[in-house]
């Protein structure tokens, strides 16, 4: 074993948002920027010394390389074993699953989730600890300190290990495992889901599109789907997963999974559509020329959680992040158990579920998940849906409806503001937040504003505190405009306004949703003065 002591400068902002730190591919291939980042990772994480790391990503444009570099400072940094996916791949919620199935003390995934990818796209690193999910705020603070005042890295002189064939290694005195990425993960949803019903519903003529995007959940969907569980050939399209993703946008949503969308919306639609994102975290549900929005995903999901085999009998409370619609608090209450409201990142449902406080959670921006890993999870909210339907036997719109008439509908839209000048996205939201508080008591499009304020959290389990996690105008007639920019994006500032109304009358359930919510987003994009601050008036995204 010949290790390198490599002398090293800091790179500024290398501070991880809430899900890892995320850059353009050229700043990640400057100089030492990984390294310098890793290197943070391993000093800051000294249980990592003599224990099991988990390493894998997405496949995107500068994976290879990344895992490679990481293998050769793992094993200079003292690391027993690498738990590494075959290629290098590994979805998000597998490696919660591997990393809490093999008892590792972390692990690293190597995505920028729904991000483009290619040379010119996004490549991002995440840290997650033993629980399997990410590293809480007190973890990434303690690596972005690290990677102020770095000096030097370590770093092992070995050639490439082979990682395109499953199979143990050494390098040095670690041990190097490449793993079938898909097989523990399989193995744990046919524990909590029962295939045997969905073969049925599959033999029976049930027939499903799943488009993977071209990103990492391909092979994942094709071995579960269409393998095990006996969907036709070919259910699962753009299933390779590819360095640029084909070309696309690997975002599951109404814009960038565009010919999925087309499909369902035709005269040839099969009973159900799915997506997942870049790194498989993501999903998006569809029925025939309907789509199911990730806020009542997550409410019916809880509504019909005693049909799942995995989920009878325990289901303890459900948690979503603050802006996601309020239609899940109102199952909440009829099943009796507790609802959480949380900043938007999915680390803050990690003490709820460790603690065994809640069961399901969610986020309005595709994802969805619950306590069997620690990260919101796309293909498993595919297969809980299908479970569903394997057991009702009724419709994805009919199931719904049905949802909405015994809880009422709760109108819910986001729209994506991408791309603006962070200037200038900054000072409108800066000022935003000063002007808030002074509309408590006004009226905003004839309602009156109940509470105006900038939401803080404290955590029921540990007490630790977040301020600052998005504008919040709360109106009679369970309405509610909230406002955020975004932390994932690469490129310039991301605001997204987002906008909810209760109706309790089913009569009027099936109005179109950007209708029922036109006065309360008018009044949105006039309180911060949209069009004049930024120029935009059109958003990039609507969900």
Same mark, same amino acid.
């Given at each position: ?18 899900? @890892? ?202 071995e579960i789907l269409e393998h095990r569980l006996g969907a036709t050939a070919g259910t699962v399209i753009n299933g390779e997963p590819r360095e640029d993703f084909g070309g696309g946008h690997p975002d599951p949503n ?128 595919v297969l809980f849906w299908l479970n569903i339907i394997a057991e009702r036997r009724e419709s994805v719109i009919d199931i719904v409806r049905d949802h909405w008439r015994a809880y009422g509908r709760n109108f819910y ?121 930024? @120029? ?8």
């Amino acid at each position: 074993m010949s290790v390198s002591t490599v002398s090293t400068q800091p790179f500024e902002g290398q501070r991880p948002g809430t899900s @890892g730190l995320r850059k353009k591919v050229d700043v990640f291939r400057t100089g030492n920027y990984l390294p310098n980042f890793v290197q943070s990772v391993f000093d800051t994480r000294p249980d990592l010394k003599g224990g099991t790391l988990v390493l894998g990503g997405d496949g995107r444009f500068y994976n290879r390389h990344a895992v490679q570099t990481i293998l050769k400072m793992a094993a200079a940094n003292g690391i027993h074993r690498v738990l590494v996916g075959r290629g290098g791949l590994l979805s998000t919620p597998a490696v919660s699953t591997i990393i809490r199935k093999h008892r590792a003390e972390g692990g690293l995934v190597l995505s920028a989730s729904h991000n483009p990818g290619g040379p010119n796209g996004d490549f991002g690193i995440k840290f997650n600890v033993s629980n399997g999910g990410p590293a809480p705020e007190s973890v990434t603070e303690a690596i972005y300190r690290r990677t102020q005042d770095i000096d030097r890295f370590f770093i092992d002189d070995a050639a490439d290990l082979p990682i395109d064939e499953t199979g143990h290694y050494a390098l040095g005195r670690m041990q190097v495992t490449v793993i079938d990425p898909v097989a523990d993960y399989a193995d744990l949803m046919e524990q909590l889901f029962d295939f045997d019903a969905i073969r049925d519903l599959f033999a029976s003529g049930f027939r499903v599109r799943f488009d993977a995007m071209h990103a990492i959940t391909g092979p994942y969907a094709r071995e579960i789907l269409e393998h095990r569980l006996g969907a036709t050939a070919g259910t699962v399209i753009n299933g390779e997963p590819r360095e640029d993703f084909g070309g696309g946008h690997p975002d599951p949503n109404l814009t960038y999974a565009e010919a999925l969308v087309e499909e369902l919306y035709s005269d040839q639609a099969p009973d159900l559509g799915a997506a997942s994102d870049g790194d498989g975290d993501r999903n998006m549900i569809l029925g025939p020329r309907f789509f199911v929005t990730p806020s009542d995903s997550l409410a019916v999901m809880a509504a019909n959680a005693e049909r799942i085999p995995g989920y009878a009998g325990r289901m303890t409370g459900v948690a979503r992040s603050m802006p996601t619609s309020q239609a899940v608090d109102r199952v909440a209450k009829k099943l009796g158990i507790a609802c959480y409201e949380t900043p938007t990142g999915w680390k803050f449902f990690g003490n709820l579920l460790d603690a065994g406080q809640i069961t399901l959670c969610g986020e309005e921006s595709f994802g969805t998940g619950s306590d069997h890993v620690r990260e919101k999870d796309g293909l498993w909210a595919v297969l809980f849906w299908l479970n569903i339907i394997a057991e009702r036997r009724e419709s994805v719109i009919d199931i719904v409806r049905d949802h909405w008439r015994a809880y009422g509908r709760n109108f819910y839209t986001r729209h994506d503001y991408e791309a603006l000048d962070a200037g200038k996205a900054t000072s409108l939201y800066t000022d935003l937040a000063e002007k808030i508080p002074s509309l408590r008591g006004g009226t905003l499009a004839g309602r009156k504003v109940l509470l105006a304020d900038d939401f803080s959290y404290t955590d029921p389990i540990d007490g630790c505190q977040a301020s600052g996690q998005g504008l919040r105008l709360i109106l009679e007639g369970d309405s509610r405009i909230v406002f955020r920019l975004s932390g994932t994006g690469t490129e310039g500032a991301t605001l997204r306004i987002y906008v909810e109304r209760y109706e309790a009358n089913a009569g009027k359930h099936t109005q179109a949703t950007q209708e029922a919510l036109a006065d309360l987003m008018e009044a949105a994009t006039d309180i911060c003065q949209l069009k004049a601050r930024t @120029g935009r008036n059109t958003p990039t995204v609507i969900t």
